[in-house]
């Protein structure tokens, strides 16, 4: 079942992970993680197209609505209160991370050979999209120096996680699903927080300075 | 039943968020002291009327959740109770703005709520929910202190165990790849249903999705080396906290493991969780070994002699048999001690005002209560007899030598020796010696009161009980919870 819509959201998914690999702006990234949130919803759709009910439906509104408005939103206004400098700081290149990043994608797609889903769920393409996703948001977590920026690395490992967890949408329970998504809001909240009084304290929000803790 | 036990406190918990003036000290403090004491009661009396389940069987209170519910909830009352004594002695300080303390009592008390559905949640969605709001209502309490460093540790411990709980998030997608039959019908990932189907569970998925939830709920639990959150967490939070985070959060943590494991063991793949877990759990204990030996801050020591009984608890199950249930012992053993000695670190750090050892000498003499129990909890976390900790680790290591681990249980022992060295080089010392007089004006402030020493107090004495008479209501629990593990 190789939907042509699904693989175009999957590749688009693919191409908003390499734009996050080489923005050098904090804007453009949340924008990234925005733009995300609305391939995701309709991810949830194109999968569920010949099952719509009330469960998709509500679901693909809410993960549009928290991860399209709501963080973007959180995010913003935690930037613009700590009055936060909007350059990347990368500690490995944008051109070595791109480089990175082309070399994560046939990694993905072998170890998505390795494991399959056990009956064909959906396209073939959507396991290793997931792992990729996942491990650019893992590299970015390693590779960009401010707390920001690692905010936005963990949510794009979330959306990773997520384009794994919507093949199985409709066997997990809907409250299960809305109480993973309220986490996750809480999640960014509690660190958007965590954002503003991390630039008030040390007057940057370079979490590579915070370095008192250490044996 | 469960539904009031978890609803109760959050709602308790809002509600005095919105309490933030002076006025309302009183009325904060004794609905943190009643809920706190409500839920104790309705754990005892879980013990003889078991709660019926609810939500269609996902919130079910089974001996191996009712364990740590109990633990939870009495290292709870104890922090409460020091938690008030403590607001109390701030008051006397320049500059402490009241607002903290609401947002601070509200944390702990939904901290409790996440805790409690943590241990009745049978559906492993459900758990992973509480296991990750329980992050982030407790990731404020880190950073009451409003410095720098509490503030670097509160957000080391929101990023680090979130992306660790993220990965557990996988994991249990990974279960429900594993547990989704061909067809397509709907399945569901109750623990309970898990085990009865084991048998059709898809192998490769399974392991995959236990090696992610030991990697990711590892991380909250604090195995190495996926622990480096925990010593900063942990020597800055405030002392209750600490308290709480290492005597009930990481076990929480630990019971997320087991949940899987018991799905695992029902699907014949116990051999492979047993390696992973004894793996880590050895490597947890020498590393914790390594850092022990060099620690020059008793907070943070005590921090890394969490990691290693967090590290014998994973090994305890890992090697099964009647080390399972030393395992279980264990657990409620080190909640007991760990919740003391943080409590009684709290009042060596409010009357010295540093968390150097080499700078704190003569407990003994300055503040008797104190240092007497200090060094009473010094023997019962190195696992002395009569404490209960000796009880449960010669359980564990007479586990390990009848189950034929023989390396293991030699390493154990060398282990346990080293971090014995490591503490009372430490211990010891700040109790007795000569007395020193802090610099005038520094300790003005804090004098012992019931609120500081009767909870560590009464946690040694229950410790103390342990070790010398175990009561046969808890063993038969503690064997009913073995037994779920596939212990004895």
């Known amino acids: ?215 | 039943m469960i539904a009031v036990s978890i609803i109760l406190p959050a709602l308790a918990g809002l509600l005095i968020f919105f309490l933030k003036k002076d006025r309302f000290d009183f009325i904060r403090r004794f609905l943190l002291l009643a809920i706190s004491a409500l839920h104790l009661v309705f754990c005892a009396f879980s013990w003889f009327f078991l709660p019926e389940a609810q939500l269609t069987g996902w919130l079910v209170l089974d001996p191996l959740g009712l364990l740590f519910l109990t633990i939870s909830s009495l290292i709870f009352f104890a922090v409460a109770i020091y938690a008030v004594g403590y607001f109390h002695s701030l008051k006397g300080l320049q500059g402490f703005m009241k607002i903290p303390e609401a947002a601070f009592t509200c944390c702990l008390l939904l901290t409790l709520s996440s805790m409690t559905l943590m241990c009745s949640s049978q559906h492993l969605g459900i758990f992973w929910i509480s296991l990750e709001a329980s992050t982030l209502v407790s990731a404020p309490l880190i950073y009451f202190r409003r410095s720098n460093r509490s503030l670097e540790a509160a957000w080391k411990y929101l990023m680090i165990c979130s992306i660790g709980i993220a990965l557990a998030l996988l994991g249990n997608f990974f279960l429900a790849v594993a547990a989704s039959p061909p067809g397509g019908e709907p399945f569901s990932l109750v623990v309970g249903e898990l085990v009865k189907g084991a048998h059709s569970l898809n192998t490769i998925w399974l392991r995959a999705g236990f090696l992610f939830i030991v990697v990711g709920y590892g991380t909250k639990m604090g195995l190495v080396p996926l622990h480096t959150w925990l010593p900063d967490a942990h020597s800055e939070a405030p002392c209750a906290v600490s308290a709480l985070l290492s005597g009930a959060l990481l076990n929480g943590a630990f019971l997320g493991i087991l949940r899987v494991y018991q799905v695992c063991i029902a699907a014949d793949q116990g051999a492979f969780c047993d390696s992973l877990l004894r793996g880590f759990g050895l490597f947890s204990i020498a590393i914790a070994a390594v850092f022990i030996l060099s620690q020059k801050d008793f907070k943070r020591m005590l921090a890394y002699s969490s990691v290693e009984h967090m590290g014998i608890l994973a090994l305890g199950v890992g090697m099964g048999g009647a080390a399972t249930f030393g395992a279980m012992l264990h657990a409620v053993n080190h909640s007991l001690v760990k919740a003391m000695l943080f409590l009684l670190a709290g009042n060596v750090l409010d009357f010295y005002h540093t968390k150097k050892i080499s700078e704190v000498t003569g407990m003994l003499r300055t503040q008797p209560a104190t240092g007497a129990l200090w060094v009473a909890g010094l023997f019962a976390i190195s696992g002395f007899p009569p404490f209960g900790t000796f009880l449960s680790e010669f359980v564990v290591l007479k586990g390990a030598f009848d189950g034929g681990f023989l390396l293991e249980g030699v390493a154990l022992l060398a282990f346990l020796s080293l971090i014995f060295i490591g503490m009372v080089s430490a211990f010891l010392p700040m109790s007795q010696g000569k007395k020193i007089v802090p610099e005038e004006g520094r300790h003005s402030y804090w004098k012992p009161s019931f609120w500081s020493i009767a909870p560590p107090l009464v946690l040694c004495c229950l410790a103390l009980l342990i070790g010398c008479f175990l009561p046969p209501a808890l063993q038969q629990l503690l064997h009913a919870a073995a037994r779920s593990l596939g212990g004895s």
């Not at chain 1, 046939?106 to 959507?126: E, H, K, M, N």
């Open chain 1, 1 to 215: 079942m190789n939907d042509p819509w699904i693989q175009t959201l999957l590749v688009l998914l693919i191409l908003t992970d390499l734009v996050m690999l080489g923005s050098s702006r904090v804007g453009k990234c949340i924008r990234v993680i925005a733009a995300q949130g609305v391939l995701l919803a309709a991810l949830i759709l194109a999968l569920n197209i010949n099952s719509l009910n009330g469960h998709v439906l509500l679901l693909a509104f809410a993960s549009l609505f928290v991860k399209t408005f709501l963080f973007p939103w959180i995010l913003v206004r935690a930037i613009r209160r700590a009055d936060v400098d909007q350059a990347v700081d990368p500690l490995i290149g944008f051109g070595p991370s791109l480089l990175i990043g082309a070399l994560l994608m046939p990694l993905s797609l072998w170890l998505g050979t390795r494991l399959p889903l056990p009956d064909a769920l959906a396209s073939s393409l959507i396991v290793p999209v997931a792992l990729y996703t996942m491990l650019i948001g893992l590299f970015l977590l390693v590779s960009r120096k401010k707390a920001i920026t690692q905010v936005l690395s963990y949510l794009l490992l979330e959306n990773g996680i997520t384009i794994f967890g919507v093949a199985l949408l409709v066997k997990v329970p809907l409250l299960v699903e809305l109480g993973t998504l309220l986490d996750l809001l809480g999640a960014v909240f509690v660190m958007g927080i965590a954002l503003f009084n991390i630039n008030q304290t040390f007057e940057h929000i370079d979490s590579s300075k915070l370095s008192f803790l250490k044996e």
